[in-house]
């Protein structure tokens, strides 16, 4: 019989001071495992500033920036202020700023990239490149934004872009950034895109947009029907690796394996220890780091990540698998809104699985306040079921996910069922097999090679485990006889078994025998085109192979050789 974990616990009771010190000891063993030379992207600037607001504000924010190489002011917004004394000051502030007064178009760019263009009466087009007639360069590297609403409307800004509004702690801590951004920069390439597994578009059918629904600073694009990441806009939050169901985009530091087996160390290391099961707490290496302190409750063990949106579903579940008690993660307001709404999308999912297996909610979002006072909440769970820890090593997302869920059911109801939700990337295909004609459309767009084709034999085949519910199977069939319905199928046996969805027998040519095509394709083909007067005279033609079909002409030539005239 499974002991809870306070009967693990009290049985090998140890002093808090003392799991705190197992903790240290098993944080200090295990590293994550890094790329040793990482692939960056670098940002190089002149020291080009470009300040937007009004224009007592932007001037007096560009005075204090008369050390960089250029600074100039695009004055978008009434004066805030009348009093004299002020607009004194404004007067002799700046004075070898540039001011310009048109109406701003767009911003575009990232630190050292800063497209800039505004209406301009003079110009046929009716728009300007600002550098261009304000410094004679291409580009503006920094841009110092002091407007009521900002021009760029981002959850995450892109890099050298810094929207202060009118805050005068924003402003301050800009005006003391600013200076020290020129030169050469580089930053981690945090993701990487494998566009062979990529279920976004296929054979000109859209299909998976999940990543480009998420990202919170607009580095993802359809470009040319490929999902590309722009490196220097992208923050490495996360989202887009989270979102996307095949793998196709994949963290890279770390890698999701690294992340995995790090996780499955950490855990098993400290249940060896320590003889208690652990508390995952994932956190951000910015804001959430500062929170995390040397007196945090000795049986969590804190997990630093770019974004806490880096580790998703298969992470935690796996996590729980392998002998965790619970997983936290610790939200922040620094965390974008975008990325707080993915993650309770996503826990709604997880915690939804673990309690149609019977398990406890062991997964959750917590803030700030709740950290402060995790000893009384954390003691509830101690009473929890433990969870005999799984075996298995980290494969591919999907595979650690589905392994973590087969082993947590199996430790608790082992139940059977599938639960229907909708928007997830999981699910089954079906297939009106009456009408379909085994064209194979669908086996030609599918990313993951849940459909399959029969080989030798006209016949379709679907594992439900590796359908992503990406759609492109139901838009390219031509007969429009797939539909996909999204669910979690707990029953492992009948999720990745091969499911046959049609077969028959094949079409053999009546003049020698050879199989052609699929017997419903050749009757529909029959049925669309053989009543037409250019084909009903040759109608068996239609029930010949290729190679028949082309000798069979040639002898209606030979013997009434004035059909070769007509």
């Not at 261009?132 to 002091?146: E, G, Q, S, T």
């Not at 029907?225 to 989202?239: F, M, R, T, V």
């Not at 160390?265 to 995390?292: C, M, N, T, W």
């Not at 922040?332 to 975008?338: Q, R, S, V």
Request: net charge negative; glycine share 4%.
């Amino acid at each position: 019989m499974l002991k809870t974990v306070q009967e693990r616990n009290v049985s090998n009771s140890q002093t808090p001071l003392e799991l705190q010190q197992v903790r240290q000891q098993v944080l200090a063993q295990t590293q994550v495992i890094q790329n040793l030379i990482p692939p960056t992207v670098s940002y190089t600037t002149e020291g080009n500033v470009l300040v937007i607001g009004p224009e007592d504000l932007a001037r007096l924010a560009a005075d204090k920036l008369s050390t960089m190489a250029n600074t100039v002011i695009l004055a978008n917004e009434a004066i805030t202020s009348q009093d004299e004394e002020h607009l004194e000051a404004v007067m002799n502030a700046a004075v070898n700023s540039e001011s310009y007064y048109n109406k701003l178009i767009s911003v575009k760019g990232f630190l050292g990239q800063f497209q800039v263009t505004v209406e301009s009466e003079g110009q046929d087009s009716n728009a300007a490149e600002l550098s261009l007639v304000a410094i004679r360069k291409p580009h503006f590297d920094i841009v110092l934004d002091l407007s009521m609403n900002p021009c760029l409307n981002l959850e995450m800004l892109p890099p050298g872009y810094f929207y202060v509004g009118q805050d005068a702690e924003k402003l301050a801590d800009a005006l003391d950034q600013i200076p020290d951004l020129v030169g050469e920069f580089d930053k981690p390439r945090y993701v990487k895109v494998n566009s062979d597994i990529c279920a976004h578009n296929r054979n000109g059918v859209n299909g998976c947009n999940r990543c480009l629904n998420f990202c919170p600073a607009d580095a993802i694009s359809s470009i040319e029907q490929k999902i590309e990441i722009d490196p220097y806009l992208c923050h490495g939050a996360g989202s887009c690796t989270n979102a996307c169901p095949t793998g196709a985009i994949a963290f890279d530091l770390p890698t999701p394996q690294a992340l995995h087996s790090y996780i499955q160390k950490l855990v098993s290391r400290y249940l060896e220890q320590a003889q208690a099961a652990p508390v995952i707490l994932f956190h951000d290496s910015a804001v959430g780091a500062e929170h995390i302190t040397a007196d945090l409750v000795g049986d969590i063990i804190p997990v630093e990540l770019e974004e806490i949106t880096v580790a998703s579903i298969d992470h935690w579940m796996s996590a729980l698998a392998w002998g965790a008690r619970q997983v936290l993660i610790l939200n922040t307001d620094a965390t974008a809104p975008t990325l707080t709404q993915m993650l309770n999308g996503e826990l709604s999912l997880a915690n939804t699985i673990l309690d149609e297996m019977g398990q406890p909610q062991r997964i959750s979002l917590i803030d700030t306040q709740t950290l402060a006072s995790l000893n009384d909440k954390l003691a509830i769970s101690l009473d929890w079921p433990l969870i005999v820890p799984a075996a298995f090593s980290p494969t591919t997302k999907r595979e650690t996910l589905y392994a973590a869920i087969d082993h947590l059911n199996e430790q608790a109801a082992a139940t059977e069922t599938s639960i229907a939700m909708s928007n997830v990337p999981y699910g089954k295909v079906e297939v009106n097999a009456d009408k379909c004609t085994l064209c194979m459309s669908c086996v030609a767009t599918c990313p993951t090679q849940a459909l399959t084709d029969g080989g030798d034999k006209p016949a379709l085949h679907f594992v439900e485990q590796d359908c992503v519910q990406c759609g492109l199977c139901e838009s390219s069939c031509p007969e429009d006889v797939i539909s996909i319905t999204s669910q979690i199928n707990l029953n492992q046996a009948s999720r990745q078994e091969r499911q046959t969805l049609k077969e028959e027998p094949p079409f053999e040519c009546i003049r020698c025998g050879t199989a052609f095509a699929t017997q419903s394709m050749v009757h529909r083909m029959i049925d669309m085109i053989g009543g037409h007067s250019a084909f009903n005279a040759n109608i068996e033609r239609l029930k010949m192979c290729g190679d028949c079909r082309v000798k069979d002409m040639f002898e209606d030539i030979l013997e009434d050789p004035e059909k070769q005239l007509r």
